[in-house]
């Protein structure tokens, strides 16, 4: 089989995914969030990465998610955080994404994103963790200082209240753990997990829950703005052109 690389445009091309939905049904989460959720985090990437990038929006009521095929052709950096909706997102929009991130497209998976149907295919496990809502303060420790992802983050990054997440995370062995985070009840938590699949990057970040104005953090959104500019690719690649019996293949052996 065969790609064809073409050099990546500047300014990169960011679309930042969330359903849409806790903010459109919880006047709390809309007052929090007046620009909805994805407004958040696209304002975060722009206030951080500025002239290199050029951030959309979408989410889960557009047609087709907002995610149709040119959409996503051209784009470089797909952010995803749901939470309320997985089981509406379309199967035939996870398997695009799914094509894309294996050619090459970055993907950056946010808290809740985690039972994603993308996230869990790209993984491959049930993706599953402990988890509860107290209200009590996340230490965000950087166990890889070296990495991209780290840079500029204080050591711990401290948010003062957030939604509790808790081992045991299943999923597989990050190519690269990045962040550890531990919760005054006790828990710890794999939050800053690097993988490849294909040509693709992805970064899963855990903090952010709708019930708190984590998105708003200036520490949080430097490590979404470092994760995009971390999972971008030195080249965008078309998908590959395959062969009869290598297009069985493939449909068979992913579930593409």
């Not at 996230?119 to 993706?127: A, I, N």
């Not at 062995?173 to 531990?182: M, R, T």
Request: hydrophobic share 40%.
């Amino acid at each position: 089989m065969s790609s064809q690389p073409t050099h990546r445009p500047d300014p990169l091309r960011v679309v930042v995914w969330c359903e849409g939905r806790p903010e459109r049904v919880d006047p709390e989460v809309a007052r929090r969030y007046p620009h909805g959720m994805n407004g958040a985090i696209a304002e975060g990437v722009e206030e951080h990465l500025g002239a290199r990038v050029r951030v959309t929006t979408a989410d889960l009521d557009q047609p087709e998610h907002g995610l149709d095929e040119e959409t996503l052709a051209a784009t470089d950096v797909l952010t995803w955080w749901g939470q309320l909706a997985h089981r509406e997102v379309s199967d035939e929009v996870v398997k695009r994404v799914h094509r894309r991130v294996l050619a090459g497209m970055g993907l950056v998976v946010l808290h809740s994103g985690h039972l994603s149907k993308i996230f869990r295919r790209l993984l491959g496990t049930s993706c599953t963790l402990r988890w509860r809502d107290a209200a009590e303060r996340e230490l965000v420790w950087t166990v890889d200082p070296t990495h991209p992802v780290a840079a500029g983050v204080p050591h711990p990054l401290v948010i003062e209240e957030q939604e509790t997440y808790g081992e045991f995370f299943d999923i597989p062995a990050p190519d690269e753990l990045v962040f550890v985070s531990s919760f005054a009840g006790g828990e710890v938590f794999r939050s800053g997990c690097a993988f490849r699949r294909g040509l693709g990057r992805i970064f899963y970040f855990s903090p952010g829950d709708q019930a708190y104005p984590v998105y708003h953090h200036p520490d949080v959104r430097r490590v979404i703005a470092n994760a995009v500019a971390w999972a971008a690719p030195e080249a965008v690649t078309e998908p590959p052109r395959l062969t009869h019996s290598e297009a069985g293949w493939f449909e068979r052996s992913s579930g593409a």
